[in-house]
């Protein structure tokens, strides 16, 4: 008499697999028909994945979280062992393969944080001066100097929160 859990199935069916990753079948199929995972057909064509394929999705979901195109994913993916499961240093080899443009996206985007509050405080939303709408340019120095105490601008340089004393 057997004792313990029954043995694993070497496949899984479409529907074990979108249940154990939790991605939508169609989105599985999708993964197919990109090459990023692939199956194998019964005898009466039913879809059936290698066990392995379960983190093959979970990498590529992980991979779009970040960011990361599906074409650069599979070809990273391209870089797995064929016809053995992956090891942990083989995810840790092709995971190192986005480490520079993380960090420089890290970069960037803290960048943009930075400027993203400088003009906020800034308040003068100009195409022509400010670092947010125009990261390039440094802005016109016209721009630079109708910048006001309060932050906004008028087109002709005038403050809009002071009163005119000329004026009504």
Same mark, same amino acid.
């Given at each position: *008499? ?5 043995? /694993? ?9 979108? =249940? ?5 079948? &169609? ?17 009466? %064509?039913?879809?059936?994945?290698? #066990?392995?394929?379960?983190? $093959?999705?979970?990498?590529?979901? *992980? &991979?779009?979280?970040? @960011? ?5 994913? #599979? ?24 480490? /520079? ?23 003068? *939303? ?6 947010? =709408? %125009?990261?390039? @340019? =440094? +802005?016109?120095? $016209? ?8 932050? #906004?601008?008028?087109?002709? +340089? ?8 000329? +004026?009504?």
């Amino acid at each position: *008499m057997r004792t313990g859990s029954p043995p /694993k199935p070497a496949h899984l069916t479409i529907g074990e697999l979108a =249940a154990r990753s939790r991605v939508p079948t &169609s989105t599985l199929r999708f993964y197919e028909r990109r090459g990023l995972i692939a199956s194998e057909r019964t005898l009466g %064509n039913q879809r059936r994945y290698p #066990r392995d394929v379960l983190r $093959r999705v979970t990498f590529i979901r *992980m &991979s779009q979280q970040l @960011g990361i195109p599906l074409s650069e994913v #599979r070809a990273v993916l391209g870089l797995l062992p064929e016809g053995r499961t992956p090891t942990a240093e083989d995810w840790a080899r092709i995971s190192r393969c986005w480490r /520079k443009d993380l960090d420089a996206r890290l970069g960037r985007l803290t960048e943009l944080r930075d400027r993203l509050e400088a003009c906020i405080g800034c308040g003068c *939303m100009s195409f022509t001066g400010c670092l947010l =709408a %125009n990261p390039d @340019g =440094a +802005g016109s120095d $016209r721009a630079q100097s109708d910048r006001t105490e309060s932050g #906004r601008t008028d087109p002709d +340089g005038a403050d809009p929160d002071k009163a005119d004393p000329d +004026g009504p």
